[in-house]
């Protein structure tokens, strides 16, 4: 079975990792041939090339250097792109990841040609209609013929939305990379030694979202509280090209507060399992920070992540600087001797690529109703 996977953000090179791994360790008999097709959409060497280092990903046998524009204009530049490349390869499969423009952009070119698509994390929603993603997901929902779940409440969203063909709850993928990769995360722990850093005594914080990126008003919001956390104890803040450039304009951050390049996969782990706690607007964070029992503070107004925030471990504060104050140091307080458990994977990778391989190969047409295979 040819594949053709379609990444092309940093999220996305994490996610498939594991599962291009899968395809590799099948047995001979199951021939999976997977072309890698790197869209380009993100290019900076700490944003790509870092991650295909470190995930032991292969070299992508196209990449199609699509950078940095509008949505409108980098979706169309890549659909445009994937057409001729899949018109040359005619893969059996599209696989895609996620919820960015790269994903949607997969989608599309895939099914203008009649490829069925499969889809990893999908059922994701955040029912807000003005995130890009959400609009990516919901399209790529639509469009695919294999849908991995990664939790019951997405397989939940995909039944709402009459999608239950093709649906099979996996478990996350991004659970069996932090799995896989924490060990030699620890061999990266001279990093806290390096920033003068001690475990459980510093802040870790991101912000790349556009709802607060593109709001000057929610990113000085959310720089005056992560100012204020500041003055009390070492709040790092790996930053992405997108929000450095939203940043030059604020108030000066106080001393405490440290602005540092984008980090590898590796180098973000090892900072996020010894954070005493952790303010994201990713998603991918909020997660982590859960299966590392790290708590979080999300700087959104809602997440596709309920499960996170059970018992607290996660708490929506916005771009509220009153309430990103107010519940960081209700963490700090409620968690501060909570112990740290190992991360487990949830061997999602290996029930993708055993669906794949069960797949009827018009399953973009006839996708089984299968939901029930669980991590
Ligand atoms: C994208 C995804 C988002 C994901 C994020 C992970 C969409 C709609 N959004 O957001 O879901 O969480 O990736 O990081 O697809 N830039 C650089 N160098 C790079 C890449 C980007 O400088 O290597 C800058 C450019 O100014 C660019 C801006 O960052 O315009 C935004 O990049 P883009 O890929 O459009 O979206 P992200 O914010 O990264």
């Given at each position: ?14 996610k498939?990792?594991p599962v291009?791994?899968a ?97 990893v994390e ?26 991995f779940a990664p939790t ?16 099979h709850l996996v478990g996350d993928v991004m659970q069996d990379a932090l799995a896989e ?163 487990k994977s949830a061997h999602a990778a290996e029930l993708i690529v055993r669906a ?17 295979a669980s991590a």
């Amino acid at each position: 079975m040819k594949i053709a996977t379609v990444i092309g953000a940093r999220p996305q090179f994490i996610k498939s990792a594991p599962v291009s791994r899968a395809l590799r360790a099948a047995k001979a008999e199951e021939k999976f041939d997977e072309v890698l097709i790197h869209t380009g959409q993100h290019y900076d060497h700490e944003m790509s090339q870092v991650f295909f280092d470190e995930l032991g990903l292969a070299v992508p046998r196209y990449n199609l250097g699509i950078g940095s524009a509008s949505h409108g204009q980098q979706t169309g530049q890549m659909l445009a792109a994937l057409d001729k490349v899949l018109v040359s390869e005619s893969p059996d499969c599209v696989l895609i990841y996620g919820d960015t423009n790269s994903t949607l952009a997969g989608a599309l070119a895939a099914s203008k040609l009649n490829i069925p698509v499969a889809h990893v994390e999908a059922g994701l929603r955040s029912f807000n209609r003005r995130m890009p993603e959400e609009i990516n997901r919901i399209v790529a929902d639509h469009i695919s013929g294999l849908l991995f779940a990664p939790t019951h409440a997405a397989v939940k969203n995909l039944r709402d939305e009459g999608i239950t063909n093709g649906v099979h709850l996996v478990g996350d993928v991004m659970q069996d990379a932090l799995a896989e990769h924490m060990v030699v995360a620890e061999t990266k722990s001279h990093l806290l030694a390096d920033l003068g850093l001690t475990s459980r005594k510093y802040i870790l914080a991101t912000v790349h979202r556009a709802e607060n990126t593109d709001v000057p008003e929610r990113l000085a919001n959310i720089v005056t509280a992560l100012n204020a956390l500041a003055r009390e104890c070492p709040v790092i803040w790996p930053v992405h090209p997108r929000t450095l450039k939203c940043l030059r304009e604020m108030e000066k951050p106080s001393p405490g507060l440290r602005l540092i390049s984008p980090l590898s996969y590796l180098e973000m782990l090892t900072l996020e399992r010894h954070a005493e706690i952790i303010l994201t607007d990713s998603g991918g964070i909020q997660k982590e920070a859960r299966w590392l029992d790290v708590p979080c503070v999300t700087l959104r107004d809602e997440t596709e992540w309920k499960e996170t925030l059970k018992d607290e471990w996660n708490r929506l504060a916005g771009a509220d600087s009153e309430m990103i104050l107010e519940f960081s140091k209700a963490a700090r307080r409620k968690f501060q001797d909570h112990s740290r458990s190992s991360v487990k994977s949830a061997h999602a990778a290996e029930l993708i690529v055993r669906a794949l391989h069960g797949a009827d190969p018009t399953f973009q047409l006839y996708g089984e109703d299968s939901v029930g295979a669980s991590a």
